[in-house]
């Protein structure tokens, strides 16, 4: 009989820039590379987020920004 293998990936807790909702998120494979840049959208509003991982007095959460404002502080054009 073989055993079923379970796999328990890190999860990080993090607040919508637009609505405020709690929620969590896996690291994306970027992440998981050292490119600390990861996104995904909210599971209240669905507003589509750029997420990063930071250091907090209990360990590590995510930041999350809006997209669109992510592009414009990197000077890119979203048409």
């Known amino acids: ?3 079923k293998k379970e796999t328990f990936e890190e ?3 993090f607040k919508c820039a ?3 909702h709690e929620q969590s998120a896996a690291p994306s494979w970027g992440m998981q590379s050292g490119h600390n840049s990861g996104h995904g959208s909210c599971m209240k509003c669905k ?3 750029h997420l990063e991982i930071t250091p907090d007095i209990f360990g ?6 809006i ?3 992510f592009l414009k502080r990197k000077g890119v054009k979203n048409e």
Not at 60 to 65: C, L, N, P, T, Y
């Open 1 to 3: 009989m073989s055993k």
């Open 11 to 13: 999860r990080y807790n």
């Open 18 to 20: 637009k609505c405020g």
């Open 47 to 49: 507003t589509f987020l």
């Open 60 to 65: 590590k959460e995510m930041k999350s920004e």
């Open 67 to 69: 997209w669109d404002e």
